[in-house]
C-alpha cells in the first residue's frame, strides 16, 4: 500500500509539472502571439559618456517625423529589416538592430560612430565649420546638436578632394588619427593637423608655440618615438616656448628650431 501511495504521489508531481510546463509554454506563446506593437524602446550606446542622439531623434528617424507611425500598428506589417535601412542612413547611426520582445515591445539597439578628429575648412580667409567628424572606420558624419566631442581639428587642402578616408590610400592617415585618439599623452596634447595636398601632415600642440612638421603618415612607431623624447627632455629643459618648428619627418632626425 505505501508503495502505491509513492507512486500515485510521484505521477501526480509529474502530471503537475506538465500542467506547468503546457500553460508556460500557453503563456508564451500568447504573449509572442501580440498582433500589435505595444510600444518602442530605444537602447542608445554612448560616446565617451555622452550621446550624439536622443531617443526623440531615434524615434523620428523611424517614424519619418512621425509620417509613418509605428505604435499599435500591425506586426504583420512591420518590416524590421526597412526600418533598420531607414535608421542606417542617418550618419549618426552607425549600426542598428530591430527586434520584439514577449509583451509585444519593439525593441531598437542603436550603435553611434565614434569620431577621431573633427573636420574644418577654410573660406574666405575664416575658418568655418564644415559640420563632419571622421570615424574609426574612416567615414564622415554630421556634427551633433546635443554633443560635441573633444577630438582634433582636422583642416587642409587634402580633403577637398578626398570626402572619405575609408579606403587603402587613406589607411595611413587613418591610422595616425587612431594612434593620437588611443594613446592618453597624444590625445591630450595634439589639438589641430593640417593635410596639405600631397598627404604630409603638419600638427600643432595644445602647449607650445610650434608646430609640428610630421611629413606622410607613415613610420608612426618611430616618429612618435623621437616626438615624445622632444617632450619630455627638449621642451622641459629648453622652454615650451623656445622653437617656432620641431620636425620628425627625416629618418634619424630631429629638427628643433
Not at 509513492?6 to 506563446?29: N, P, Q, R
Not at 526623440?56 to 505604435?71: A, Q, R
Not at 509583451?103 to 575664416?126: H, S, T, W, Y
Not at 575658418?127 to 572606420?137: C, D, H, I, K, N
Request: charged fraction near 25%; aromatic fraction near 10%.
Amino acid at each position: 500500500m505505501f508503495s502505491t501511495f509513492k507512486s500515485s504521489k510521484k505521477w501526480l508531481l509529474v502530471f503537475g509539472g506538465l500542467l506547468s510546463l503546457l500553460g508556460l509554454i500557453a503563456f508564451t506563446e500568447i504573449r509572442h502571439g501580440q498582433k500589435h506593437v505595444r510600444t518602442v524602446i530605444i537602447q542608445l550606446d554612448q560616446v565617451d559618456g555622452h550621446r550624439f542622439l536622443t531617443r526623440k531623434d531615434v524615434m523620428g528617424y523611424l517614424t519619418k517625423e512621425g509620417t509613418d507611425p509605428i505604435v499599435s500598428k500591425d506586426y504583420a506589417e512591420v518590416d524590421f529589416r526597412q526600418l533598420e535601412k531607414r535608421l542606417k542612413q542617418h550618419g549618426l547611426v552607425k549600426n542598428c538592430q530591430i527586434s520584439r520582445d514577449l509583451k509585444g515591445n519593439m525593441l531598437v539597439v542603436v550603435e553611434q560612430p565614434r569620431p577621431l578628429a573633427r573636420l574644418m575648412v577654410a573660406g574666405d580667409g575664416i575658418r568655418t565649420v564644415l559640420g563632419q567628424y571622421v570615424s574609426e572606420e574612416g567615414r564622415f558624419f554630421p556634427i551633433s546638436m546635443n554633443y560635441s566631442a573633444r577630438v582634433p581639428v582636422l583642416t587642409g587642402k587634402y580633403f577637398v578632394q578626398n570626402r572619405s578616408l575609408a579606403s587603402e590610400r587613406n589607411q595611413p592617415l587613418l591610422d595616425l588619427l587612431k594612434r593620437i585618439h588611443d594613446d592618453p599623452f597624444w590625445r591630450a596634447q595634439i589639438a589641430e593637423l593640417s593635410v596639405d595636398e600631397q598627404g604630409e601632415v603638419t600638427m600643432w600642440p595644445e602647449m607650445g608655440n610650434h608646430r609640428i612638421e610630421f611629413g606622410t603618415p607613415t613610420e608612426l612607431d618611430a616618429k612618435f618615438r623621437k616626438l615624445k623624447l622632444v617632450y619630455t627632455d627638449v621642451l622641459p629643459a629648453k622652454g615650451w616656448d623656445r622653437y617656432s618648428r620641431v620636425s620628425v619627418q627625416y629618418r634619424n632626425q630631429i629638427v628643433c628650431e
